[in-house]
């Protein structure tokens, strides 16, 4: 069982930056896709971007493009997204999830994954 952990969410202002981090317990990391995911109040959990084992391949999702950026560090197991130019519809709770995959595939669903994160909340004000 992987347990992730994520960090980095708070209350920032709109146009500010935030940079979430997600980490698993215990496991090493390079052989994961990792995705973030988020769900507003009301709303379905959707798409933000994802990443590669590797870290070779990135997608991120139209809403979000040009201004977040998903990476990672495979030397200190963990995976970030780097969020800019932030807008209060970007308040949500925040997942990171993963599965195993030693190849270049890309997911882009939440029942793809296997292994979720407890979720961190950003929040931005107008």
């Known amino acids: 069982q992987v347990q992730l952990v994520e960090s980095g969410g708070g209350l920032v202002q709109a146009g500010g930056s935030l940079r979430l981090s997600c980490s698993p317990s215990?496991?090493?990391?390079?052989?994961?896709?990792v995705g973030w995911f988020r769900q507003a109040p009301g709303k379905e959990r959707e798409f933000v971007a994802c990443?590669?084992?590797?870290?070779?391949?990135?997608y991120t999702a139209d809403s979000v493009k040009g201004r977040f950026t998903i990476s990672r560090d495979n030397a200190k197991n963990t995976v970030y997204l780097q969020m800019n130019s932030l807008k209060p519809e970007d308040t949500a709770v925040y997942y990171c999830a993963a599965r195993v995959d030693y190849g270049y595939s890309l997911y882009y669903t939440p029942n793809e994954y296997h292994y979720w994160g407890q979720g961190t909340q950003v929040t931005v004000s107008s």
């Open positions: 990443i590669t084992g590797s870290g070779g391949r990135t």
């Open positions: 215990g496991r090493t990391f390079s052989s994961y896709v």
